[in-house]
């Protein structure tokens, strides 16, 4: 199956800091997804994303699908913004059986 | 605040019991889901429902057995469970599975403890 892989698995920064969180993954997507998971296990969608760029608010995300590979940027980062975040892929015709990255887990510090 | 609803948000059960975790989306979605998330471990899909129809089941032992009554609810029955069965239980839904477009939607989650 589908190998989807984050880097790094760990991030610490200093609130105002900017950051970019890295998904790979072994074959090509038609669905492609971020996701935050806060300290409390709240799960929130940030960006359905299988190509292309999209930005909100202090985050954006770009997918290039032909070289396998996510990137979600944090701007000027805030504590709130500490939790987990994961890629989740599907390949085509797999009927929505996403799957999840290991996750980048990032405390931003005040 | 989430609009998929799961209850309970906590549950503490012993091997011998039945218990049922509960789902709710009045979102007009079409797809409902099942994940199992251990402690510092990514979601793992367990079900997914299209159209109240399981379309897939991710070899998930028969102590767990799902049940969609109709587009809005989804249900998990819970029996003779393990304690390594410990874990959070992530409700979630879409438009469509595995169809273009389809953003998940994950309610808070049940925390179920075996004892």
């Known amino acids: 199956g589908i190998q989807v892989e984050q880097s790094p698995p760990d991030l610490i920064l200093q609130e105002g800091a900017n950051s970019t969180l890295r998904c790979n993954f072994s074959d090509s997507v038609n669905n492609l997804q971020w996701f935050h998971q806060n300290p409390w296990g709240q799960l929130i969608n940030l960006f359905y994303i299988p190509s292309g760029t999209k930005q909100n608010g202090r985050l954006s995300a770009t997918t290039v699908a032909t070289e396998r590979y996510s990137l979600l940027y944090i701007s000027s980062s805030q504590t709130t913004d500490s939790g987990v975040y994961f890629c989740?892929?599907?390949?085509?015709?797999?009927?929505?059986?996403?799957?999840f990255g290991q996750g980048t887990e990032l405390s931003v510090k005040p | 605040d989430t609009e998929v609803t799961q209850t309970p948000k906590h549950l503490v059960m012993g091997m011998t019991n039945k218990k049922s975790l509960k789902c709710e989306q009045h979102m007009g979605h079409r797809a409902m889901y099942w994940y199992k998330q251990k402690a510092k471990k990514p979601p793992e899909l367990m079900f997914v429902?299209?159209?109240?129809?399981?379309?897939i089941n991710e070899s998930v032992p028969s102590r767990f057995s799902p049940e969609c009554p109709n587009s809005s609810l989804l249900n998990l029955h819970l029996h003779a469970l393990q304690p390594e069965d410990s874990a959070l239980y992530l409700c979630?839904?879409?438009?469509?599975?595995?169809?273009?477009?389809?953003?998940?939607?994950f309610g808070n989650g049940t925390r179920l403890t075996v004892t």
């Open positions: 979630a839904s879409s438009h469509f599975s595995g169809q273009d477009n389809s953003p998940l939607h």
């Open positions: 989740a892929v599907e390949s085509y015709n797999q009927g929505g059986k996403l799957i």
């Open positions: 429902y299209s159209y109240e129809k399981l379309s």
